[in-house]
């Protein structure tokens, strides 16, 4: 059972430099989110989706873009790269009201 | 006001003590409820839904009070493995999740 799976594990940016983050749930859910926690802090949504065909921003949306490229996966983009970005991405899955699944998360360093 | 209110701690306890954490929310309308459990720098996991009759999970017990706005969650015989981070979550309008910034639990031996 695979769950929601991340890739990469980690990564190392120069500032400027763009990248994808990858999730993919295989749990038929419907809605998938994007959140990053820096160290000591808590959770921070960034986007989210409902439904296949919807995204919306959370509370920090700035400096990101998504792609719900279908049902199965929710991909996070970073256009140019900063050091404030430096952080771990978590992506999770869920149906209505049930709890959120988690992948295991992305390291991302921005040098 | 945040949605969802922790104390941060840290709780320091010995093993085999009883430690309780509240969480507070602010939305009335809330649907689902949840505590996620999680260690240094790994993903949130679920250690248990709170149901508004309270359930039991082994050492862990859940309660919900929907008039004041609060959930708990007691851990029993506190074991050194219990030593984590614990969230609580609240769920509203199907896919809204509101979580808080977590309880520090250490337990010592």
């Known amino acids: 059972n695979a769950g929601v799976t991340q890739t990469p594990k980690f990564q190392v940016l120069k500032t400027g430099q763009s990248m994808t983050l990858q999730c993919a749930q295989d749990m038929n859910h419907n809605s998938m989110y994007w959140y990053r926690q820096d160290p000591g802090m808590g959770l921070r949504l960034i986007y989210y989706?409902?439904?296949?065909?919807?995204?919306d921003k959370g509370e920090v949306p700035n400096g990101y873009n998504v792609s719900r490229l279908n049902k199965r996966e929710f991909s996070l983009r970073l256009e140019s790269a900063a050091p404030s970005q430096t952080s771990v991405y978590f992506c999770?899955?869920?149906?209505?009201?049930?709890?959120?699944?988690f992948g295991d998360g992305t390291r991302l360093s921005i040098l | 006001r945040k949605e969802v209110e922790q104390d941060p701690g840290p709780f320091n306890v010995p093993e085999g003590a009883t430690v309780a954490f509240n969480c507070t929310y602010s939305?009335?309308?809330?649907?689902?409820f949840f505590w996620y459990r999680q260690d240094c720098r790994k993903e949130p996991k679920l250690l248990m839904s709170v149901y508004s009759s309270g359930n039991e999970d082994g050492r862990f017990t859940a309660q919900l009070n929907r008039a004041s706005q609060y959930i708990s969650l007691l851990i029993r015989d506190s074991k050194l493995s219990d030593s984590a981070t614990y969230l609580c979550?609240?769920?509203?309008?199907?896919?809204?999740?509101?979580f808080g910034s977590g309880t520090k639990l250490n337990v010592k031996p």
């Open positions: 989706s409902a439904s296949e065909g919807t995204t």
């Open positions: 999770a899955s869920s149906e209505y009201e049930e709890p959120q699944h």
């Open positions: 979550v609240v769920n509203y309008n199907f896919n809204k999740f509101y």
């Open positions: 939305n009335s309308a809330s649907q689902s």
